[in-house]
């Protein structure tokens, strides 16, 4: 297995991360991107690069999608990036893009037509445990599709669950994951808007039962004010909209994850969706917030 090519397909905060734990790991890898920066610094890092997709995905054993959204997914795969044609019968697509399970599924049959593998395999942990190799994924697919990914999982990422033979429960497992992440960051932004000096709600908070992941990790970039989008308000608006439709379908109320949908609609309707998720403390009126240094 360890005579794989592999390809990572979208160079971005979790993307390149991945591509240079692939790398260290001693993987022949690939990089694909749109941005010409990107595939200088992954090219610079010892990798191979193309802007292709599917010129990147005619060398590749395993293929790693790391991209925006289930629209980038299917273009990628299908649309003008051509890479399911270009990949030879037997290759594998691991889709890490936060996607409903009914896509997984889709991608899946859509791919097997091919003589493809797909693994549904969304990721968590944010852009320095992916370049750390410390990732959370949660996947699901054949066994095969897990054989295939065997090296690169055990060797480039940090902790892998695996939740079904069959495509979906990845996904289903990253909505929850997504529920729980949006409405922490939202109510961690409402917190720390309340009015006290946002230092002594951080440092009380972080040593308190009331401390999360999230607030820890988020509200230090407010203190720093520091809005560099690691993770953008946009992103949350898409994938708290996954959870929002997912539930909607099983009718099923999610009244917590409809009210952090809102302030994240909120904070890019006032033109920050590209700034970090933080920023959707930026909506409450009033407020005063560290700055930059």
């Known amino acids: 297995m360890s005579q794989q090519t592999y390809a990572v397909i979208g160079l971005g905060a979790m993307g390149m991360g991945l591509a240079q734990s692939l790398l260290r790991a001693g993987l022949k890898t690939v990089g694909c991107d749109v941005n010409p920066a990107a595939l200088a610094s992954f ?66 049959q859509r791919l097997a037509d091919f003589g ?43 902790t892998v669950y695996r939740l079904g033979d069959k495509a979906g429960m990845g996904s289903a497992m990253k909505v929850v994951n997504q529920l729980l992440a949006g409405v922490h960051i939202a109510v961690a932004a409402e917190t720390m808007a309340l009015g006290l000096p946002a230092e002594d ?14 607030f820890e990790n988020r509200m230090a970039h407010v203190l720093a004010g520091d809005y560099t989008p690691l993770s953008a308000v946009n992103i949350f608006v898409k994938d708290l909209g996954i959870v929002s439709e997912t539930t909607r379908e099983q009718e099923m109320p999610a009244p917590l994850a409809a009210a952090a949908l809102q302030q994240f609609v909120t904070a890019r309707a006032q033109g920050l969706g590209q700034e970090d998720d933080a920023a959707v403390i930026k909506i409450f009126p009033g407020i005063e917030l560290p700055q930059k240094s």
């Open 43 to 108: 090219a610079e890092a010892g990798g191979q690069t193309s802007a292709d997709p599917a010129a990147a995905a005619a060398m590749a054993d395993v293929l790693f999608l790391v991209v925006v959204n289930a629209a980038q997914m299917e273009d990628v795969l299908f649309g003008h990036g051509k890479a399911t044609q270009a990949m030879k019968p037997g290759a594998l697509v691991v889709g890490c893009s936060t996607v409903k399970p009914d896509f997984a599924r889709n991608m899946e």
């Open 201 to 214: 709600i951080y440092t009380v908070i972080t040593n308190a039962a009331g401390n999360s992941w999230m």
């Open 116 to 158: 493809q593998l797909y693994l549904d395999a969304p990721i968590s942990g944010g852009p320095v445990k992916a370049a750390a190799g410390q990732m959370t994924v949660m996947a699901s697919g054949a066994p095969k599709a897990f054989a295939k990914a065997e090296t690169a999982l055990r060797d480039a990422v940090g």
